[in-house]
């Protein structure tokens, strides 16, 4: 018998790359799944944090894809080394702060020294050509086979019928007629490709699945750097951006106030990071405190906090503001009327 052909394939638990995996397979070839964790991902956390997501499966997606095919996913930390992607990106952002080709080279070279240690053949990925504005064009497709090192031995089943033949194609490793020539932005041929393999329940695609792609995210992230005055975070800092009201009543302070319950109790996890606010004679909101406020800052935060809270329409609302080196205190304030809060200050 000869050898078993391996391959490793990019899930990101979208329906493409749950697709482009199954087509391999389909052909015996062992598939294993590799997943890489930046910490920009959408679904998952803030599901799982906000009541109205409530109705969204409280699934990493990736993990789920894994399971409905049936093979191992390898889930592997890369915070760190991604900083330089997303700070420093060779081919430039997209629409917002998507580092989008730079992130799939950076990707699939991460892939490839993955089969190099553990002795895998070659690399699958869902990409389709047309799909993605930024990373999934004609022309970017040899510029991630050549960058990323892979060359020849990344194949894109979906639409592989559209580009040269790999070498997996020629070594007669994969049969090239039974693989796809997908292209453009259309999801039809792969829903259609997906109840053909009887795939009913598969993420739906809403614009990729990292919030760098996000307009008001990306923002957010921008006011950060600008206000540090360099491109820099840490994990902390991209997660507290999935959440709550952002809001930066002047340039040397912002707040961070929940929304809901879960997102409370969600920053009520950084408390001992920041200055924080919360009401006391009402049910309000937690308000986490950036920046190098003063005490009338404080105060006006505080207003701010009663505005979003139970007592918004009482004369006086009582808070409690905890210094993040000190002593609480509780004091009675206005709260903020709706037209003193401008629109400017929303991130």
């Known amino acids: 018998m000869g050898k078993q052909i391996k391959a490793v394939s990019l899930i990101s638990g979208g329906l493409d790359s749950m697709l482009a995996t199954r087509v391999i397979m389909e052909q015996g070839v062992h598939v294993e799944g590799i997943n890489f964790f ?16 409530q109705a969204r499966p409280k699934r990493n997606n990736a993990l789920w894809v894994a399971e409905q095919l049936g093979i191992k996913l390898h889930i592997i930390d890369i915070v760190e080394e991604y900083k ?43 990409e389709v050509i047309g799909q993605r504005p930024k990373s999934q064009r004609r022309e970017t497709m040899p510029v991630v086979a050549r960058e990323s090192g892979a060359d020849d031995l990344l194949v894109r089943p979906l639409c592989a ?89 002047a340039e040397h302070y912002k707040l961070i106030i929940s929304r809901e319950e879960g997102e409370t109790r969600f ?17 309000g909101p ?6 190098t406020p003063s005490e009338a800052d404080l105060e006006f935060a ?15 609302v009582k808070v409690r503001i905890t210094p993040r080196e000190g002593e609480p205190r509780e004091l009675e304030v206005a709260p903020l009327p709706p037209s003193e809060i401008r629109e400017s200050w929303y991130l």
């Open 161 to 249: 019928k559209n580009l040269p033949p790999t070498l997996p194609e020629r070594e007669g490793w994969v049969d090239r007629e039974r693989l796809y020539d997908f292209s453009g932005r259309s999801r039809k041929p792969q829903m259609a490709l997906a109840r053909q393999f009887g795939i009913e329940d598969y993420a739906q695609p809403a614009g990729g699945c990292c919030f760098l792609t996000d307009a008001n995210y990306s923002h957010k992230l921008q006011d950060l750097w600008t206000h540090r005055g360099e491109k820099r975070y840490d994990l902390d800092d991209i997660m507290l951006l999935k959440v709550g009201r952002h809001l930066r009543p």
């Open 286 to 291: 937690l308000t986490l405190v950036d920046g």
């Open 302 to 316: 505080a207003r701010i906090t009663a505005r979003f809270s139970k007592g918004r329409n009482a004369e006086r």
């Open 267 to 283: 920053l009520e996890g950084y408390r001992k990071q920041f200055t924080h606010i919360k009401t006391v004679s009402h049910a």
């Open 84 to 126: 330089d992607i997303v700070i420093n990106p060779k081919h430039g952002y997209g629409a917002n702060l998507n580092p989008c080709l730079d992130c799939k080279i950076f990707m699939v070279h991460k892939a490839l020294e993955w089969i190099r240690e553990h002795d895998f053949d070659f690399i699958i990925t869902g």
């Open 38 to 53: 930046t910490g920009f991902c959408v679904e998952g956390h803030t599901h799982a944090i906000r009541k109205k997501d």
